[in-house]
């Protein structure tokens, strides 16, 4: 607890351009969740550099992704907004957690198994313990919540295996957190195939809606999505192009997968995409627009990184230093 409230904890990777599914899946949860809590937002870059980036590149998506954060409704005067590389007890609590965390727990990570696949000339054990440097960002807040899209949730199954595990060892040291899901949004899929998650790194650039595409390009995307010759719009798992557009249509205007049925009841696939299409353009334009207010704006996003990455780094330390004590660090001289 912080000033009586509890607290959360999310971050995103700057490595690609934000999707839909981020958004829909994560950021908008963020936004609707942040008055309830004491909320950190962290820009992760440490966890990008598991895979090869460009230095010049890194950087400024990173900031992208940081002032993305406020475009999207984050207020960062009541929420914590804050670049991961900037407090090393990210750093320095992934070690103490790493020798909590079994190699056959990592073993059984999808995402690890899926990133090797990937990127089969660059295995590191970064990619290997990632888990646990995802763990660390967690308990080192102490975050009670933690609203991820449904690909995260076995990272922070991970995460609460590694916290017990430590309590049982030293007692009542981190918060067990739990994950939030939100109802509509948590797994977007591909456009072009409706079996595969909504990813930055996809290949087929129709496959994804980007934060930042125009209305024209969303619309297009929409058009080309692939569905099936059903000619029905209903939300079952027969029909997965269908059941992927619903669920975002609904996630973007708050109906439900029966009230978006009953809408398109009878009417063609070609109408249903454009409703589509337009409620997503009407979610992202605002974001879109405050974001290149935001963006041009130097002295106020560097103040936000100087007093949020403060923030983060005393509450972190907090965490660090009763971490330390335990597994009977030595105590500094002051
Ligand atoms: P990342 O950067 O891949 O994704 C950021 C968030 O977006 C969600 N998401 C999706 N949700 C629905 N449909 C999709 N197609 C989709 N694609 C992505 C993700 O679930 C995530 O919530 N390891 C994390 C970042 C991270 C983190 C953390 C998250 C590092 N430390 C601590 C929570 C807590 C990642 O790579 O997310």
């Known amino acids: 607890m912080i000033d009586g409230k509890r607290i959360l904890f999310s971050g995103m990777q700057a490595t690609g351009t934000l999707t839909l599914g981020n958004y829909l899946g994560a950021l908008k949860n963020w936004v609707s969740l942040s008055d309830e809590y004491e909320c950190f937002y962290s820009v992760v870059d440490l966890h990008s550099i598991t895979v090869r980036q460009d230095p010049a590149e890194l950087r400024k998506r990173a900031r992208n992704l940081l002032t993305l954060y406020i475009a999207a409704g984050l207020d960062p005067k009541k929420n914590c907004i804050y670049y991961q590389s900037h407090v090393s007890g990210h750093a320095e609590l992934a070690w103490i957690l790493n020798c909590f965390t079994y190699m056959g727990e990592l073993n059984r990570m999808t995402q690890f198994k899926d990133k090797i696949a990937k990127h089969s000339d660059n295995i590191n054990a970064g990619l290997y313990t990632y888990p646990v440097l995802m763990a660390?960002?967690?308990?080192?807040?102490?975050?009670?919540?933690?609203?991820?899209?449904?690909?995260?949730?076995?990272?922070?199954?991970?995460?609460?295996?590694?916290?017990?595990?430590?309590?049982?060892?030293?007692?009542?040291?981190?918060?067990?957190?739990?994950?939030?899901?939100?109802?509509?949004?948590?797994?977007?899929?591909?456009?072009?195939?409706?079996?595969?998650?909504?990813?930055?790194?996809?290949?087929?650039?129709?496959?994804?809606?980007?934060?930042?595409?125009?209305?024209?390009?969303?619309?297009?995307?929409?058009?080309?999505?692939?569905?099936?010759?059903?000619?029905?719009?209903?939300?079952?798992?027969?029909?997965?192009?269908?059941?992927?557009?619903?669920?975002?249509y609904c996630a973007c205007n708050g109906r439900t997968p029966e009230e978006a049925e009953k809408e398109f009841e009878g009417r063609g696939y070609g109408d249903f995409k454009l409703a589509v299409g337009e409620s997503v353009a009407d979610v992202l334009r605002p974001v879109q627009e405050r974001f290149h207010e935001l963006i041009r704006d130097k002295a106020y996003i560097d103040s936000v990184i100087k007093e949020n990455g403060e923030k983060a780094n005393y509450y972190a330390g907090k965490t660090l230093r009763k971490v330390q004590k335990k597994v009977g660090f030595p105590e500094r001289i002051r």
């Open 136 to 248: 660390a960002d967690i308990l080192l807040y102490q975050a009670d919540v933690v609203p991820v899209g449904r690909d995260q949730l076995q990272h922070l199954e991970i995460t609460r295996d590694i916290a017990q595990r430590f309590n049982g060892v030293y007692g009542e040291v981190f918060t067990i957190p739990e994950p939030y899901v939100g109802k509509a949004g948590a797994r977007i899929m591909s456009l072009q195939d409706p079996t595969k998650k909504m990813s930055k790194s996809d290949d087929n650039l129709n496959a994804s809606i980007f934060l930042m595409d125009d209305r024209d390009a969303i619309i297009r995307k929409f058009k080309r999505a692939v569905t099936d010759s059903e000619a029905a719009v209903r939300y079952r798992d027969e029909q997965p192009g269908i059941k992927n557009l619903i669920e975002i």
